[in-house]
């Protein structure tokens, strides 16, 4: 058996001196950190969250069939068939058995950290790897203090890689996931405003997305985006091989020649060590050219060579973030309710200019901009000016927005007090062949919109 198993489970724990109720020996496929999520063969992580305290619903977990618990108190009752861990701390006991069977693997780790694209990066990166090696990858955005460790629990012994998304909102956070997953791979893509509000500084944001690249050990091999300036002086720090990428001339690994296809992707040149490979793209987005050149780059530092990295990121195929959708007046849903950073959302926009018939973008706030919160709402404005015919935008910072677009020469440019009677707004004004951009960040729920453009409500 390949997977984790409740019997290794309660002897790492046990190591570690915790309390184990040992039941029957069974797999563990996956971890969960949601009760309603539990099934045979998962793992069920109690933690305590602000609202809700995930040891109240151990019982619930228990009963729809989890392999095994870890949680601060035992549960009433006997359960024979699953295995419980009582620790004094669930996140530091789960952080320990997901190292433990990390090591037990002995998988090679990638790390993927970034401001922006780290999903993208890690998807595409999995996908293309897998065409040579047995690849694990964190599902969904398991990237947190709480998520990672619950990803290696779906690690399995005959893995040969391991990619991971890599995330942080609080200082220290980045090398902590690194304590646990001990990446001899890492790639950071870019380093942007997002988490101000809780980090306090750019500065600060830098540090804790470069401790990624400190944390790898002299054997591993670092892919750093050198067109981004607060990554290049972390480069002569380490000990480790370091792949540059970009399109600037400090970088090894360098694109060239991008040519945006709009919605069917984009075409661009890849130069490293003197050969050249030609890249195209199957995702919308010439912005993405960059986070693809990233996925190339892990590839390289697992020895492949350039012609056959660029063949696998050729023929990758991932489930995007911006979904393409249709709505019964003719028009085209360009999908991208995940989440918004002022470089996400510059990004999109770029890839509404491009496109025919009357271009429209329905915007939402950026979260955690902290202080400068109102100069990158304002920032997007007049970027949005120059990349749609028409900007509809919810939310109070998104005022501010609307204010620069109008500033910058787009007239029709309309703020709402609601994202509903926006979406309504927007609705009304899409036609056969137009193109309207949905994006917002991810507790705005812009995603609920769809149904209403579409033409479904």
């Not at 990554?231 to 991008?258: D, M, T, Y």
């Not at 998104?398 to 204010?403: A, G, S």
């Not at 910058?408 to 056969?432: C, D, I, Q």
Request: glycine share 10%.
């Amino acid at each position: 058996m390949t997977f984790l198993t409740t019997a290794f489970l309660a002897e790492s724990m046990r190591a570690h001196g915790y309390q184990v109720i040992e039941g029957d020996t069974k797999p563990i496929t996956s971890g969960v950190p949601d009760s309603r999520l539990a099934t045979p063969g998962t793992l069920f992580a109690a933690f305590r969250g602000e609202k809700l305290d995930g040891n109240d619903f151990v019982g619930e977990a228990l009963n729809r069939g989890a392999s095994a618990v870890i949680c601060e108190r035992a549960p009433q009752g006997n359960w024979p068939n699953s295995t419980l861990i009582i620790a004094d701390n669930t996140r530091t006991a789960l952080a320990k058995i997901a190292r433990d069977w990390q090591r037990n693997c002995g998988a090679q780790v990638i790390g993927i950290t970034g401001t922006v694209g780290k999903t993208t990066a890690k998807e595409l990166s999995a996908a293309a790897i897998g065409e040579a090696f047995l690849t694990h990858r964190s599902p969904g955005n398991f990237n947190s203090r709480e998520g990672l460790p619950l990803a290696l629990l779906s690690l399995q012994l005959d893995h040969e890689i391991s990619v991971l998304e890599m995330a942080m909102d609080s200082q220290g956070e980045i090398g902590e996931l690194c304590s646990i997953a001990e990446p001899s791979v890492g790639a950071i893509l870019n380093i942007g405003t997002t988490h101000l509000e809780k980090l306090g500084s750019v500065e600060a944001i830098a540090r804790e997305k470069l401790s990624l690249a400190r944390s790898l050990p002299p054997h591993g091999v670092a892919v750093l985006n050198v067109d981004d300036e607060r990554i290049i002086p972390v480069i002569n720090e380490l000990e480790c091989r370091v792949i540059g990428f970009g399109k600037s001339e400090a970088a090894s690994l360098r694109r060239s020649k991008v040519r945006d296809l709009g919605l069917k992707g984009s075409e661009f040149r890849v130069t490293y060590e003197n050969r050249e490979a030609e890249i195209r793209l199957q995702m919308p987005g010439a912005h993405l050219a960059q986070t693809a050149l990233a996925a190339i780059g892990v590839q390289l530092a697992l020895g492949l060579q350039l012609s056959a990295a660029a063949e696998a990121i050729n023929s990758a195929k991932i489930n995007e973030r911006l979904q393409v959708r249709h709505a019964t007046s003719g028009a085209n849903i360009l999908d991208d309710t995940y989440n918004a950073s002022p470089d996400s959302v510059t990004g999109a926009l770029h890839l509404l200019r491009g496109l025919g018939g009357q271009r429209l973008a329905l915007l939402g706030e950026m979260a955690e901009l902290g202080d400068r919160s109102e100069q990158e709402h304002r920032r997007i404005g007049s970027i949005a000016s120059e990349c749609c015919d028409v900007l509809v935008a919810a939310g109070e910072s998104c005022r501010l927005l609307v204010e620069e677009a109008r500033a910058n020469g787009l007239s029709e440019s309309h703020w709402f007090s609601t994202k509903e009677l926006a979406a309504e707004f927007a609705t009304s004004r899409l036609g056969e062949g137009d193109h309207i951009l949905v994006k917002a960040s991810r507790g705005q729920e812009f995603e609920l919109l769809i149904p209403m453009l579409e033409g479904q409500e």
